[in-house]
C-alpha cells in the first residue's frame, strides 16, 4: 500500500486550515501592532526641531515637531518627499500642521530651550524660553529665570495665576502666554528618558481622567469611557435576566414542534438584523413611543420640554439589549442543551419540583454558557455605535449620567461613548491632524475595555467551572 | 384471551405495590401490556428480560416518571399500599418522596458531597444544619459510605469513584426516608468489585425497604432477590420466588431465557 499522494493525501487540507489561522492571527497582531503604535506613542515627548528655509526668500525659520514623511505628487507629476510639521500655536500662527517638501529645508536644529505648552484652549504652544541668537550663556540664564517664573505660576490654582510667559519663536518674535492658560510644559529636547516617562504617565492619566476641550482635540476621553461602561454595565443587567427566561421558556417549557422550532429560527434571524435598524426601531418604539407616553404621565409639569422622550442612557441601554438579545438566547439554550438528562431526572426523582429542578440543577450547571452568552453581548454591546447615535450618545455631554444628586443615576440624560468618540474625531473633528492620534489612542483604549470587560467575565466562568470538576465542560 | 401467567399471591399486609392490568403505550406502541403482579413489603424484588422487554418501563411507573416523557398512555392501577398512584390529582413530588430512584448511570450533581445527600431534606424544608449533618451521616452509613467520604463530606461529588458515586446516589435516595427503593440496572456501569458492594447494600437495605431492582444479569437478580418476575416483550411471563424461577421455571419461554437461548 502506497501513502496517497497529492491532494487525496490531507496535507493540502492541514496546510489550508493552518495557513487561514495563521493569517487570522496576524490580522489580528498588525491590528492591535497599529494600534498600539499610533495609540501609545501619542503622549511621548517628541523633540522640537528648529527649521529653516534657505531656498524660500522671505520665511522665517519655524520650531517645530517633525511628524512624519511621506510622497506627493508635485506640479509635474513626480513624486516628492514631504515633511509634516507641527508647528502648534494655532491662536498667532496658524496652521499648526503643515506640510512642506524635504528639498525646501534647510538646517535642523535642536534647541535646548525649546518648550513644548499644554494649554486650555488653542491646542499646544510651541516656543523657545530664551530669545534665539544672543550668546548662550545670555540665554542660559534668561531660560533658567523663565522657567522658575513659570514653576512658581504653576504652584498657584490657575484661577489665582497673575502675569503671562514670554515664548520666543524660532525667528525672535516675542508672544504673551498667560500663567492662567498653561496646564503642563516639558522641554523635550533637554529631557532625560526617565522624566520622558514622567510627561508621558501625567498626559496619559490626564487622557484618561478629563473631559475633552478643544471639540474633543484636547483634554481626555473620560466621559467618553464612563458613558461606554456604564451603558454596557446597563445593558448586561437588562438583557442577561430576559434572556435567560426567553431560553428557558423556549429550552424547557415550551411544547419542542414546529411553532417553537420557528420562533427559534426567528431569533437566530435577529442577530442577523443590521444594528442601525435596532437604532431606528429604538428612536420611533423607546424614545418617541414609550418615552412620550412616560412624559404625559409622569412629567406633565416638565412639557412640552421632554424628559425622558428624547434620546438618553435608558433607551440606548434598552436598544442595544435587544440587539444582543439573540445572541444571549442562542448560548444560554446551547448551556441547557449540554445539561445531561440523568441530572433532571435525579432531581424530578428525589421529589423535586420542575422549578425546583431549573433553579437548584439545572441553571447552576447551564451558568458558564449563561456567561459565555454575556461575554459574546458584552463585545457585541461595547463595540456598537450605529445605533446609539440615533438613541443617546452625542458628541459632548455637560453631565456624566452617574453624579452625587439625587436619583445619582440619570438614565435620561445622552451620554458620551468611545466609539462614537472615535467617529467624531476621525470624521467630524476641525482638525484633523491634531485629531488623528487621538482616533488611534480612543480605539486602543476601546480595543482594552471590550478586552477587559471580557476578560473579567471569563474569569468568573473560570471559576464556577473549576469549582467542580464539571464533565459537562 | 392468552392464559395468566404464574404469579404469586401476598397477604394484604404483605403488600408494596398492587399491579394490576397496567398497560403503557408510547406514541401508540405497546411498553407493557396488561401486566398484573404484586410486590411485596421489605423484600428485594426483581425485573429481568432481555431488552426492550418492558421492565424499565413497569420500574418508572412506579414513581410516575414516564410522566416526563411527551405521548405516554397508562392504563390499569397501581397501589402503593392503599393509595392510587396513577390518579390524577395525586401530588406527584409527594409519591416521590415515598418511592426513591437510582439510575443505572451514577448522576451526583455537581455540588459537594453533603450536598448532594442534603437534596432532597432541603427540598423538604429541613433547613436546621444539626438535623442536616445528623440525617447525612445516617444515610451515608446506611449506604455503606460514611467510612470513605467523612473526611470529604465537603469536596465535590464528582471526584468520587463510580461505585463510591452510585452509593452516593443510594444514600441520597434513602436521606428521605422512602418506603420503597427503585434500582434501574444499578451495578451495571460498575466494575466487579463495586457491583460486589452495591449487592451487599441492596441486601442489607431490604430490612428496613421494599426494594425493586431491574437487572439484566440473571446471576445478580439470582444473588440478591427473593422475588423475580420475568417479562418478555411488554408481557410479565412468569412471578415467582427466585429459587424456583430459576431451578423450576413454569414458563417456556422463561427457561429459555434463562438457559440463554435468546436475550
Given amino acids: 500500500m502506497s501513502r496517497p499522494v497529492g491532494w487525496r493525501s490531507g496535507d493540502g487540507a492541514l496546510w489550508l486550515s ?38 524660500r526668500q522671505g520665511t522665517p525659520p519655524v520650531l517645530a515637531e517633525l511628524r512624519e514623511q511621506s510622497a506627493f505628487a508635485n506640479a509635474e507629476g513626480e513624486l516628492e518627499p514631504r515633511w509634516l510639521l507641527r508647528t502648534g500655536n494655532r491662536d498667532w500662527a496658524a496652521p499648526d500642521f503643515r506640510w512642506v517638501p524635504v528639498q525646501g529645508l534647510g538646517t535642523v536644529h535642536f534647541d535646548p530651550h525649546a518648550v513644548e505648552l499644554e494649554r486650555r ?78 510627561v508621558y504617565f501625567a498626559r496619559l492619566g490626564a487622557f484618561l481622567h478629563e473631559p475633552p476641550r478643544e471639540a474633543n482635540t484636547e483634554g481626555g476621553i473620560f466621559p467618553a469611557l464612563f458613558g461606554t461602561v456604564l451603558m454596557v454595565m446597563l445593558m448586561t443587567v437588562i438583557v442577561t435576566p430576559i434572556g435567560v427566561i426567553a431560553a428557558v421558556y423556549l429550552h424547557e417549557y415550551a411544547p419542542q414542534g414546529m411553532l417553537t422550532q420557528t420562533l427559534r429560527v426567528a431569533v437566530n434571524n435577529l442577530a442577523g438584523v443590521p444594528s442601525i435598524v435596532y437604532g431606528v426601531f429604538g428612536l420611533g418604539f423607546f424614545v418617541y413611543g414609550v418615552g412620550h407616553r412616560m412624559d404625559q404621565a409622569l412629567f406633565a409639569d416638565a412639557l412640552p420640554a421632554p424628559t425622558f422622550g ?33 441530572l433532571r431526572e435525579a432531581s424530578l426523582a428525589l421529589g423535586a419540583t420542575r422549578l425546583e429542578t431549573l433553579r437548584k440543577i439545572i441553571l447552576p450547571s447551564a451558568l458558564p454558557a449563561v456567561l459565555t452568552g454575556v461575554i459574546l453581548a458584552v463585545a457585541r454591546g461595547a463595540g456598537e455605535v450605529a445605533p446609539l447615535m440615533l438613541v443617546g450618545v452625542v458628541k459632548l455631554a455637560p453631565e456624566l449620567p452617574l453624579d452625587g444628586t439625587f436619583p445619582y443615576l440619570h438614565l435620561e440624560r445622552q451620554f458620551m461613548h468611545l466609539g462614537f468618540h472615535i467617529y467624531d474625531l476621525a470624521f467630524q473633528s476641525p482638525n484633523v491632524e491634531a485629531a488623528r492620534p487621538l482616533v488611534y489612542t480612543s480605539a486602543l483604549l476601546l480595543v482594552i475595555m471590550i478586552v477587559l470587560l471580557n476578560l473579567g467575565a471569563v474569569v468568573l466562568r473560570a471559576h464556577l467551572r473549576g469549582r467542580h470538576r464539571d464533565p459537562l465542560g | 384471551m392468552r392464559n395468566e401467567p404464574p404469579t404469586l399471591h401476598f397477604e394484604p399486609a404483605d403488600r408494596c405495590l398492587t399491579v394490576d392490568r397496567l398497560s403503557v403505550r408510547y406514541q401508540g406502541k405497546a411498553a407493557l401490556r396488561d401486566v398484573s403482579l404484586t410486590v411485596p413489603r421489605h423484600r428485594v424484588t426483581a425485573f429481568i428480560g432481555p431488552s426492550g422487554c418492558g421492565k424499565s418501563t413497569l420500574l418508572r411507573s412506579f414513581n410516575r416518571m414516564n410522566d416526563l416523557i411527551r405521548g405516554v398512555e397508562v ?33 451526583p450533581f455537581p455540588m459537594s458531597v453533603f450536598d448532594n445527600v442534603a437534596y432532597g431534606l432541603r427540598l423538604q424544608g429541613l433547613r436546621e444544619q444539626r438535623a ?20 470529604r463530606l465537603d469536596a465535590s461529588a464528582l471526584t468520587l469513584s463510580g461505585g463510591q458515586q452510585q452509593r452516593l446516589v443510594i444514600a441520597r435516595a434513602i436521606a428521605v426516608r422512602p418506603e420503597v427503593l427503585l434500582l434501574d440496572e444499578p451495578a451495571s456501569a460498575l466494575d466487579p468489585i463495586s457491583t460486589l458492594k452495591i449487592e451487599e447494600l441492596i441486601g442489607k437495605l431490604a430490612e428496613q425497604y421494599s426494594i425493586v431492582v431491574v437487572t439484566h444479569n440473571m446471576q445478580q437478580a439470582a444473588r440478591v432477590s427473593h422475588y423475580t418476575a420475568f417479562l418478555y416483550l411488554g408481557e410479565l411471563v412468569e412471578f415467582s420466588g427466585t429459587d424456583d424461577l430459576f431451578t423450576r421455571p413454569q414458563a417456556r419461554q422463561t427457561e429459555d431465557y434463562i438457559t440463554g437461548r435468546y436475550g
Fill in chain 2, 132 to 151: 442536616l449533618e445528623g440525617e447525612v451521616e445516617w444515610a451515608l452509613r446506611s449506604a455503606a459510605l460514611w467510612d470513605e467520604v467523612k473526611d
Fill in chain 1, 18 to 55: 493552518t495557513g487561514a489561522v495563521a493569517l487570522t492571527l496576524l490580522m489580528t497582531l498588525a491590528l492591535l501592532g497599529l494600534l498600539a503604535q499610533a495609540g501609545f506613542g501619542h503622549f511621548w515627548p517628541k523633540a522640537l526641531a528648529t527649521v529653516t528655509f534657505p531656498e
Fill in chain 2, 75 to 107: 392504563t390499569g392501577r397501581i397501589q402503593l399500599f392503599e393509595d392510587d398512584i396513577l390518579a390524577p390529582e395525586l401530588d406527584v413530588t409527594a409519591l416521590r418522596r415515598r418511592v426513591g430512584m437510582v439510575f443505572q448511570q451514577p448522576n
Fill in chain 1, 310 to 342: 428624547t434620546p438618553g442612557l435608558l433607551w440606548a441601554s434598552l436598544t442595544l439589549a435587544l440587539l444582543t438579545l439573540p445572541v444571549m438566547i442562542v448560548a444560554t439554550e446551547e448551556g441547557l442543551s449540554r445539561v445531561p438528562r440523568q
Fill in chain 1, 121 to 198: 484652549s488653542w491646542g499646544p504652544a510651541l516656543g523657545l524660553l530664551a530669545p534665539p541668537g544672543v550668546p548662550q550663556a545670555e540665554r542660559q540664564g534668561a531660560a533658567e529665570a523663565a522657567l522658575t517664573a513659570l514653576e512658581a505660576a504653576l504652584r498657584v490654582p490657575p484661577g489665582e495665576r497673575e502675569g503671562a510667559l514670554t515664548l520666543f519663536a524660532a525667528d525672535g518674535q516675542r508672544q504673551a502666554l498667560p500663567y492662567r492658560q498653561i496646564v503642563r510644559y516639558w522641554l523635550p529636547n533637554a529631557m532625560g528618558w526617565n522624566a520622558k516617562l514622567g
